[in-house]
């Protein structure tokens, strides 16, 4: 049940991750890395679809894609 009309939209993440050209996905991967502290070996191995985010992860990733904030840290 949706409250108040708002969304809640998942978006795959190594999708949009490969959807990206090399130059965003280093920003997009170099913001997850800076502000909320993932190890890289570990977020690269899941932005590549080789194991998944749990799901508060994928939540606050998914935040991050929506509002475009990590587009936003330049």
Do not use: C, P
Not at 68 to 74: I, T, Y
Request: glycine share 4%; aromatic share 12%; hydrophobic share 30%.
């Amino acid at each position: 049940m949706q409250q108040n009309g708002v969304k809640n939209e998942t978006i795959n993440i190594s999708d949009y991750y490969r959807s990206l050209d090399k130059s965003e996905r280093a920003n997009f991967s170099n913001y997850l890395q800076k502000v909320y502290e993932f190890r890289y070996s570990t977020l690269n191995t899941k932005l590549n679809g080789h194991r998944e985010f749990n799901v508060r992860d994928a939540e606050v990733i998914n935040q991050v894609i929506r509002k475009g904030l990590w587009k936003q840290d330049r």
